[in-house]
């Protein structure tokens, strides 16, 4: 038996090249629904990405952390290697709803918005700085988590209606 679906390794790969200039100034929208009750690590954080981009580096544009032992988690904009990122307060639950992720980044401006359910979260917007944004060649959709510990379940979402646009799309 696999286990791909509990060490997150199903995902999808979009080539984003055939978007020219979009690829790297867009706005981005993904529906998800987490199977409740979700899958918690019962000691240590659980860090699981929903979405990134992919040009010479990785910006992990739909990323959470959950408490350990908890349904409660943050949003998100974060890096390989931990640099340039920013995190939200832990003000989020994983319940059995649809929800929607939306986001903008524009490479040339270094700048990235976020918005959970409609509302932006201005904890983890960005503009300059070190937050390693590359001109995009595609976008990954699925269930990545970068922890070893073993879940006692697998962790379970499901997408559904993702977009990209040059305008803001919105959840309606």
Known sequence: MSNSAQKGISRIQKDLTGLGATASKHWGRIFYK???????????????TFVSLLGT???RVVDTVSE????????LFNNP?????AASSYDWMW???WHCAEWFVDVGAKSYRFFSDSKEVTEIALTGGDNQMS???????????YQDDALP????VWFD???IADTQIGCQ
């Not at 379940?153 to 379970?156: I, L, S």
């Open 81 to 85: 290697n931990d640099k340039g990122g």
């Open 135 to 145: 001109d995009y060649k595609s976008l990954i959709i699925g269930a990545t988590h």
């Open 153 to 156: 379940a697998p962790f379970v």
């Open 95 to 97: 319940d059995a709803n």
């Open 161 to 163: 209606d993702l977009a």
């Open 68 to 75: 350990p032992a908890s349904n409660v988690h943050q949003w």
């Open 57 to 59: 580096s990785e910006n």
């Open 34 to 48: 987490v199977k409740s009750p979700a899958a918690q690590n019962p000691s240590n954080y659980f860090h699981v």
